[in-house]
Every structure is written in structure tokens, then in C-alpha cells.
T-cell receptor
């Protein structure tokens, strides 16, 4: 099976712009979670989508949003970019939603905001 | 709320030596605990997970971890380090959402 894919892998944006990142889960996986990884804050949970519904959300401002499509692919959007949004954004998929399900991570999208 | 603390942001061992990476958890309910490894410019790869079935959990690449409720610990070990083990390791706990530790960077000296 193909793993989790994320596009694009690298992105450079300017402050104030918006950005959309894409995640394709492993075939058959219905849950997609997003994480932000920075040197200062480490790995932080953004949100989880399951069957096109946001199931859980971390402590991030409303500028961060996401959605999931009927084929389980997910996108996350960040509006009005700030310098502090520069990070590696990781997507993870799992068969179902719940603590017992293993999450499989993609390679990430490295976003640089200038 | 659940959380994990990884003791030691950097650990250096010689090739062939024991690897011990420490993780303590805080959770109000029986936790699900995980260890992940991250190589440069890559995502996270699951090494092993604890789901209360057995306290000693064996993972990939020769790693294992022991769940000790009395010590609220879930330390990761490997008997003999290999150069390819050099990476960053994350302990995580989940209870509706996954919380990661700050990570431990493992260096393996030849």
C-alpha cells in the first residue's frame, strides 16, 4: 500500500497570504489528523477529521482550518500567515478514530513564511 | 489532561551500547502510549505502542519499552545501538488527541 502523501513538500509564502496543504491518507483509512512541528513548541495537535467531520481540535487560532473530502483526502488552510506559522506540518492517517488506532505519518510539508 | 515528559533532550551512546530513552506520562485514565522515531526531513514512524495488553512491548528495529504504572514511566530501550538508530525519538500519549513529548535526539558514536 502507498503511504500517506502530502503536497507540496516545501512552500514559501509571504506574511498575510494564505496557504492550503493537502494530505492523501493510506487507502482505506478514514481518519486524518494534522500536527504542527516547530523547534520551539515541538509537535502540536491541530485537528482530526473522520468521515468528513471534525472530531477534535487543538488549541490553535481560527486562522487554521481544515476539511476532509468523501475520499478521505484532507486539506488544511492557514489564512493571514504570520512568521510564527513557519513549521513542518505533518498529516497522519488511521483506520478509525480513537486512541487504539495507530497513526501513520506523511513526510510533512515544510512551510516557510517570510 | 494527559501529557508526557521526556528526560534528556540529547542522548549519546557508542555503537553497540545500550540505548535508554526516558519517558514519564501523566494521565487520569489508563493511557495509550507510543514511541515514534523521526529521521531528518521525514515524518514520524511508529516504533511501538502500549495498549494495556502487556507491560513489555516489543517494537520494530529491536526496540522495546516497558510500561510501569507505579513509576508512570514508559522508557524505550535497545540492547545494542546501531549507527542507523541516530534520529529523534518522541514519546506520545493519547486520550482523544495525541500529546507528544519534546523529543530526544539520539547520537550514536562509532
Amino acid at each position: 500500500k502507498a503511504g500517506v502523501t502530502q503536497t507540496p513538500r516545501y512552500l514559501i509564502k509571504t506574511r498575510g497570504q494564505q496557504v492550503t496543504l493537502s494530505c492523501s491518507p493510506i487507502s482505506g483509512h478514514r481518519s486524518v489528523s494534522w500536527y504542527q512541528q516547530t523547534p520551539g513548541q515541538g509537535l502540536q495537535f491541530l485537528f482530526e477529521y473522520f468521515s468528513e467531520t471534525q472530531r477534535n481540535k487543538g488549541n490553535f487560532p481560527g486562522r487554521f482550518s481544515g476539511r476532509q473530502f468523501s475520499n478521505s483526502r484532507s486539506e488544511m488552510n492557514v489564512s493571514t500567515l504570520e512568521l510564527g506559522d513557519s513549521a513542518l506540518y505533518l498529516c497522519a492517517s488511521s483506520l478509525g478514530s480513537g486512541d487504539a488506532y495507530e497513526q501513520y505519518f506523511g513526510p510533512g510539508t515544510r512551510l516557510t513564511v517570510t | 489532561a494527559q501529557s508526557v515528559t521526556q528526560l534528556g533532550s540529547h542522548v549519546s551512546v557508542s555503537e553497540g551500547a545500550l540505548v535508554l530513552l526516558r519517558c514519564n506520562y501523566s494521565s487520569s485514565v489508563p493511557p495509550y502510549l507510543f514511541w515514534y522515531v523521526q529521521y531528518p526531513n521525514q515524518g514520524l514512524q511508529l516504533l511501538l505502542k502500549y495498549t494495556s495488553a502487556a507491560t513489555l512491548v516489543k517494537g520494530i528495529n529491536g526496540f522495546e519499552a516497558e510500561f510501569k504504572k507505579s513509576e508512570t514511566s514508559f522508557h524505550l530501550t535497545k540492547p545494542s545501538a546501531h549507527m542507523s538508530d541516530a534520529a529523534e525519538y518522541f514519546c506520545a500519549v493519547t486520550n482523544n488527541d495525541m500529546r507528544f513529548g519534546a523529543g530526544t535526539r539520539l547520537t550514536v558514536k562509532p
